[in-house]
């Protein structure tokens, strides 16, 4: 049993320590891309959300917060969340649903890194801004994403961890949306 709680213990310390070196490294990638995705919001566009492996998971959580509500009472803001299926591929689902100036949400949590990457190009050639999130392995990303595109890679390697980050980046995110749309919530 004591070796059994040890680990536990460890697991929590690693989300620690993860957590406080993301807290530096990301709060300026993930301030952009809560700019971003209010700026779309407010031009009437929307935010498209999707993802691979865990980041499949975690889109229809951020699409739920974003249309329904997060921490507090707002109008409905526009998301849809896209499942990547074999009749019809992400890329062929924001070809037919995305609207320029709209926004792509991709949560790479793993698996197949084409899939992700040819939803990005489509889109870009939807005239869709792109925000990613990833974990350390980012690089096979750099030939992807345009200037416009905006990367948050969690600093770490392991797939548990990066899923627990991009679960809090993704609060962040409707936090940070929320105030700029309805500024500082009132103390009750």
Not at 60 to 71: C, M, Y
Request: contains cysteine.
């Amino acid at each position: 049993m004591f070796m059994l709680e040890q680990r536990i213990q460890q697991q929590f310390f690693e989300n620690a320590d993860l957590q406080n070196q993301a807290a530096e490294m990301l709060s300026r990638p993930v301030a952009e891309a809560a700019e971003a995705v209010a700026a779309c919001i407010t031009a009437g566009g929307k935010v498209v959300v999707a993802g691979s492996e865990a980041g499949a998971v975690l889109a229809p959580i951020f699409s739920q917060a974003f249309t329904g509500r997060f921490e507090r009472e707002r109008p409905p803001l526009a998301s849809l969340t896209l499942r990547d299926e074999p009749a019809s591929p992400l890329a062929q689902q924001i070809t037919a649903l995305g609207q320029p100036g709209d926004l792509l949400l991709l949560i790479d949590g793993g698996g197949t890194l084409e899939t992700l990457q040819r939803a990005a190009r489509a889109a870009q050639g939807m005239d869709m801004s792109v925000i990613l999130l990833t974990g350390a392995e980012s690089a096979q990303w750099r030939q992807v994403l345009t200037e416009t595109d905006l990367l948050v890679a969690v600093p770490h390697d392991r797939a548990a961890r990066v899923a627990e980050t991009h679960l809090l980046v993704l609060h962040c995110l409707c936090d940070a949306v929320d105030l700029q749309l309805m500024g500082e919530q009132e103390s009750t």
